[in-house]
């Protein structure tokens, strides 16, 4: 064999082995993404004796299916369970030692949901890694301890005080065109904006209540409106049953606000004084029953009077 043919072999191996290396050296490193085929419709989150249901329908997030969850913050765990990036496998056959290395003796468990209550993914939640940026978990009952980036540990930690959403409405004062008002003692007045958007005015174009409607003092009522284009709830009433009581007997005032194309409406009630009384609130935009704060309800229930010059 010449020295040339023996070069070129031993060169052959080199390179062969150095292939060798990189085929593991970069299937280590290869993210691998797994993702949830079927839509999510509910997520369950556990830790310990707590445990946090989510659930979505048409868009919204609910928390135990009747209580207003915050979009953004349910759509992220929603969003993060449905899909998961695979850094590198730790171990195949982990020992006892290994759940306590990684933090998966007392963890998180997150399942995920199809609408026909199918189990799409089950996500167990260890420690996170030294940088904070990747989480030790086990996916989908496996024995298997993977690396996944992302600190689900800060995910899935939100509870359920910090996920409910107070906001009943939120609109635009400059989008908001009619507003009709109905006092259960004093009738109803409705009023409405006229005119180009740079030079409106409101006037009252309905009203049972016996005033000067000329004397009606427009940029006091724009006013008023830009002051109510928020309401928030004080509490969610997920203690009182509505059906105990008869709610429309004691509606005492309703708001409709029409705005960018949709009616906003709002109605407050006076029964179970304990409960809040005058505070207890329904908004169309949940339906789910609420208090309010005392400063909110004198917010929202204007005098027509003081619309009115004298």
Known sequence: ???????????????????????????????????????????????????????????????????????????????????????????????????????????????????????????????????????????????????????????????????????????????????QVTYSTFGTFTAEKAGESANFKWSITQTDNDVETEKFNSDKFAEWVSSVTELKAEKWMTDFNPSDSSLDNSRYFSIIISAAGKDIHVDLYQIKADAGSEKLCICSENEFLCTIAAEDVHRLVPELETFIDE
Not at 82 to 103: H, L, M, Q, V
Not at 142 to 168: C, H, P, Q, W
Request: a positive charge; charged letters at 25%; hydrophobic letters at 35%.
């Open 1 to 179: 064999m010449t020295k040339r043919k023996i070069f070129l072999l031993s060169l052959i191996a080199v390179l062969a082995v150095t292939y060798v290396f990189q085929l593991i050296f970069f299937s280590r490193g290869k993210i691998q993404e797994i993702s949830v085929k079927d839509e999510i419709a509910s997520v369950k989150i556990e830790k310990g004796d707590t445990t946090l249901n989510l659930t979505k329908n048409s868009g919204s997030y609910f928390i135990d299916e009747k209580l207003p969850a915050k979009a953004e913050a349910a759509g992220y765990i929603f969003e993060n369970i449905s899909s998961i990036k695979i850094i590198d496998t730790i171990t195949k056959n982990p020992s006892e030692n290994d759940f306590e290395r990684y933090g998966l003796v007392s963890p998180v468990t997150v399942t995920a949901f199809s609408s026909d209550n199918k189990t799409l993914r089950s996500i167990t939640v260890g420690k996170t890694s030294s940088t904070g940026n990747q989480t030790y978990v086990q996916l989908d009952g496996k024995k298997e301890i993977y690396l996944v980036s992302g600190n689900f540990n800060s995910t899935f930690s939100a509870s359920k005080d910090n996920l409910l959403d107070y906001i009943l409405y939120k609109v635009n004062a400059d989008e908001v065109y009619k507003i």
